[in-house]
């Protein structure tokens, strides 16, 4: 709920400050003094386009502010969350300033935001009906959400499991038709990927293969070269036996070294300390030549292998120019193909399988929108019936709702248990519209349409107290799934007077037993069932002041509805007059609870 709104330099209004409490608000005052001003501050504060003209004169800016109480879980709430909004203990701060020159600026819990948010914030949080504001009633899907939501958690969970069926049906026949038209390109990707697996598989390749051939191609092939300069260091190192004349070798040397220090190293410890390195460097030769000879006896010339070798990495080439820069990415490919392969050989079997879940899901999507078509033209019934008689009571007592409930008829649609095809949404199959009969033999039309003026309101008004009563035959409010926390009528009493406007104040007030409502008036009737009068008065400039919009109680209420009644707001005749109409409103409000 709306705890308090603030509005500086809108209209008249210079600074008005609006304590709003729970229940039912009701703002009265003198014609002129601001009171619809109200009402377009607040279609600010909620996102409506920004009209400069709306800033009081000689004002720099017109700005509109509001505190919203609100339970942690409210969808408000996880909106304002979304565009980095603070608050504490679910009261969250809401402002909206338009400067003379037209420019906006939106803030949401101390945060600049797009106005966009203010707006996505109103649909949770206002519904506002007055002569200019029948939105819902010109929306076709608000005729059947307000329709649903009577209907309670019957039709409404009808309508989430057609919801469901037409998710999956849509999503079945999406896929369906995606296998069907991909069928020729299936196929020919089915041969290339066969023709490219069957030619991997004849190679054969190895993981690693392509290097381990390349090091081996280059040593068969430099096999000569090899084994001339591992022999000629074998003989440097070792000597060659089969030479005819000794040449000098390594070994030797090191030897004839390590004879020419073995007396004297025994004298000197640096020197013996170089003998044992030679003795090492001895060790070493020996090891390296006998590895040297162990490696000439391992490097054969062998031409076939090298052809062999040669060939298959020929082969290998031919695959790592098509499906990869080496072997191992060619694996890897063949791996990727070969599932892809498996899928599309499967996919057949996937769409035999498709078709005959969507015939399932065909026919149980059209039972169930049957279903919901029935539940809903139960509810219109009903709906209608009780929507009626609350216009009876608000000085349209001659005028009748229907509510139409109709399928979509349509030769390509989905067939229905009944053989009709429809074309079925996700919210069924049929198109809900609320008509009005506002005079006897007057055809019934949209209630948009049929009724002008405050009748609009009113109607409103019985619709929004019908619909806040789901499923009780006494009418009395009761919560019920997105209804908004704050309602606000402006002009709702137009036309009226009398005992009608007795009734009009009563089904406000009802409505307000499961919301907060703020209304303008100007009928006592309707101020008398107020849980909070507010009075907008008029200073002598025709400017607003805080102090100016005060809250009223006890005597200073009983002047109000004096005033509003036309008489003298001192006169004892007046205050008597005011007192007999709020006992009388009393006795309606425990009637209602007596009967609940």
Known sequence: ??????????????????????????????????KTMVVSGLGLLLGERADSGLVRTGADSAVVEGVVQLPADHPALHRADEAGAEHEDGELVIARTITAAGRSRAHV????????????????????????????????????????????PVLVGLRDRVAALHDEWRAARAEHERLVAESRERARETDSLTASLEEIEAVDPQPGEDVALRAEDERLAHADSLRFAAGRAVADLSGDEYAAEPAPNVRDLVGSARAALSQAATHDERLGALDARLDEVATLVTDVAAELTAYLEDVDLDPERLEYVQERRAALAALTRKYGETVDEVLAWSGAAAARLDALVTADDRVASLETRLEELTEALGSAASELTAARTAAARDFAARVSEELSHLAMGKAVVDVRVEQRIAEDGLPLPSG???????????????LLAANPGAAPRSVA????????????LALEVVGASPGRPDGRAAPRPGTPPTFVFDEVDAGVGGRAAIDVGA??????????????????????????????????????TSSSVTVVEGDERLRELSRMMGGDPDSEAGLAHARDLLEQTAAVRGSRAGAA
């Open 420 to 434: 009709e095809r429809v074309r079925i949404g996700r919210h069924g199959a049929d198109e809900v519209e609320i």
């Open 449 to 460: 349409k049929a009724a002008s003026g405050g009748e609009l309101s009113r109607v409103m």
């Open 507 to 544: 089904r406000l007030a009802a409505l307000a037993e499961q919301a907060q409502v703020i209304v303008v008036t100007h009928l006592a009737q309707v101020a008398a069932f107020a849980d909070r009068h507010l009075v907008v008065h008029k200073s002598d400039d025709g400017a607003i």
């Open 109 to 152: 819990g101390g945060r600049t935001a797009p106005v966009g948010v203010l707006a996505d914030l109103g649909r949770h949080l206002v519904a506002v009906h007055g002569q200019a504001d029948q939105w819902r009633l010109k929306q076709g899907e608000a005729h059947r959400e307000v329709l649903d939501d009577f209907g309670g």
């Open 1 to 34: 709920m709306f705890s308090q709104m603030r509005i500086r330099g809108v209209g008249v209004i210079h600074d008005a400050v609006l304590d709003l409490s729970p229940g039912l608000n009701v703002l009265t005052g003198e014609t002129g003094a601001g």
